[in-house]
């Protein structure tokens, strides 16, 4: 690499401005699952009803996987730092609301509002990162970073939420947010460089309309498919899901300013990357919920106990991401990556010997191998999808990145935990003496039948609760022998997909010849 073609490196500006990128961003991940353990205190005080449980927990999710898209690409219309401005000012005011919300509705419609506001911070802090360090060392480093906030966020979200219970009324949860969001306000216009594509047409609302339609829709219908079942609601949405993203698909290719180019699916490392990212978020959702739900049914342990337990393999997560970038400097980041999905598949297989009596120890262990493997994943892939599109589109990038993400996430949930639950399903053996209600709900799920023990003469609730464990293990079996299969299928995709892309920082010209008589600059950003 000759030295006018060496990017600036970032200085103490820059790093100061990242560390104003991440407390936000670890603080949309914190508000995904906060209200795990404040959910009965807040039901208790307001009185909600158990669908009103339901949106209170879902709709900032909801919110956020149906407003990336439109976020995303607004911030590459008004600028990055605008929206993140925007977002966060809204999202502060939102919590005040979420906190000192008199009633179940109104309640819903703050978590609606958080959901928006949350949508504006992931593509726009992503994309500034992108903006910001423009060295490939650097970005690896600042990308190690922002992925192990959202890590930090989901491993936090319950303990803080613990804690917090633990001397302060429910609506405490949603406080934490409010001095984060002022920060970002206060030091962000400071710190964080303005970028926007200056050839952005208008934002086109009927295409908003669609892309809501097609997220919300799929996303609904995939969770509701976790959550009951197959049956023809579910079903329904997900198909309606579907006819919104081809009508979407359709119009993006006959507008002169599409709400979002997807033309940039046409840089090849780009849409391997998404469907890497797809793909990881789908086997890891999946998997991960049925060891989560492993650890509070099968285990007994409480919310906040899980999630101090998962602690550990979260520590070796996060070492992982920081290791993988330099890794990825000296061999070619699809090495990693294949290395990391097979060392994954290893934990699967771990995790396909625990037994409903064996403990947590071989559990964890299996857990936190699995997380060894996946940890180059999110960072090295978010990295190689940012650097292979042309600045101007970052945000359109990162929402959708982040997307696919969110779709993998509720796709594995539906599909895993639909395995698993059949499994259960077909094992179980409720004793004769249960009655007809509490039999149907043992049948249903490990969760049913807990609920029912309680109730039960003894030796009944012993032997319910003793099928019940070896049922819901046996379901974990299989859904971790199929996650095994899938990290092996996907370290297959990796290696194909991203055989030539060289090791990060590496100058382009050296590997020229492998990426095109064209040269990298015309393969890699086509004119979008």
């Known amino acids: 690499m000759t030295v006018d073609n060496v990017p600036p490196k970032a200085g103490r500006r820059e790093w100061l401005g990242l560390a104003v990128l991440v407390l936000p961003t670890i603080l949309t991940m914190i508000d995904v699952n906060v209200l795990f353990l404040a959910l009965p205190h807040l039901s ?54 979420a906190a000192w919300s008199s009633s179940p509705g109104l309640l819903i419609a703050a978590r609606l509002l958080l959901g928006v506001a949350g949508a504006t ?3 726009s802090t992503l994309a500034l990162i992108r903006t910001m360090f423009t060295d490939p060392k650097q970005m690896g480093t600042a990308i190690s970073v922002w992925a192990s906030a959202i890590i930090a966020g989901v491993a936090l979200g319950p303990v803080i939420g613990g ?27 400071v710190l964080l460089p303005e970028h926007r594509d200056p050839d952005a047409g208008r934002l086109d609302l009927v295409s908003v309309f ?29 198909v309606v899901g579907v006819a919104f993203g081809a009508v979407f698909v359709i119009r993006q290719g006959r507008l002169a300013s599409p709400l979002l180019d997807l033309r940039l699916l046409r840089i090849r490392v780009l849409a391997s990357a998404l469907l890497a990212g797809l793909f990881v978020g789908a086997i890891q959702s999946g998997s991960g919920l049925m060891v989560t739900q492993h650890l509070q049914l099968v285990e007994g342990l409480e919310p906040l106990q899980a999630g101090l337990w998962l602690l550990p393999p979260t520590v070796v997560l996060v070492i992982g ?5 330099p890794l990825a400097r000296r061999i070619r980041p699809g090495y990693v990556l294949v290395g990391g999905a097979l060392i994954a598949a290893a934990g699967q297989l771990v995790i396909t010997q625990v037994s409903a009596t ?24 978010a990295q190689i999808a940012m650097e292979s599109c042309p600045p101007e589109k970052a945000g359109s990038a990162a929402s959708l990145s982040s997307t696919g993400s969110e779709l993998g996430v509720a796709l594995g949930i539906a599909t895993l935990g639909t395995v698993g639950t059949l499994v259960y399903r077909g094992e179980v053996n409720v004793p004769a003496e249960v009655p007809p209600a509490a039999a149907d709900a043992a049948n249903e799920s490990m969760a049913g039948a807990a609920a029912a023990a309680p109730n039960l003469p003894p030796q009944v609730a012993t ?12 379901g974990l079996h299989v859904v971790a022998g199929v996650a095994a299969v899938l990290f092996v299928g996907l370290a297959v995709l990796i290696a194909v997909t991203f055989r030539h892309v060289p090791p990060s920082g590496a100058d382009p010209a050296d590997h020229a010849e492998e990426i095109g008589p064209d040269g990298p600059e015309k393969e890699n950003h086509p004119a979008v």
């Open 121 to 123: 911070i992931m593509p």
């Open 321 to 325: 991401i920081y290791l993988s970038p």
């Open 44 to 97: 208790a005080d307001l009185g909600t009803s158990a669908t009103q449980q339901l949106w209170i927990t879902d709709s900032y999710g909801f919110a956020i996987a149906g407003f990336l898209v439109t976020m995303g690409t607004l911030g590459d219309r008004i600028g990055y730092r605008k929206l993140l401005m925007i977002g966060g000012a809204a999202f502060g005011l939102a919590s005040v609301l």
């Open 210 to 238: 669609l892309s809501l339609g097609t997220v919300l829709s799929a996303v609904y219908g995939l969770k509701e498919l976790a959550r009951d079942g197959w049956g023809l609601l579910p079903v329904a949405f997900v």
């Open 463 to 474: 032997d319910l609760l003793d099928s019940a464990r070896e049922s819901f293990t046996s």
């Open 163 to 189: 804690v917090m219970l633990e001397y302060f009324w429910w609506g405490s949860v949603f406080l934490i947010g409010v001095p984060v969001m002022v920060l970002l306000v206060v030091a962000g216009p």
């Open 358 to 381: 064996s403990g947590l120890a071989l559990l964890l262990i299996g857990f936190g191998v699995v997380y060894l493997g996946v940890s180059p994943m999110g960072v090295l892939v």
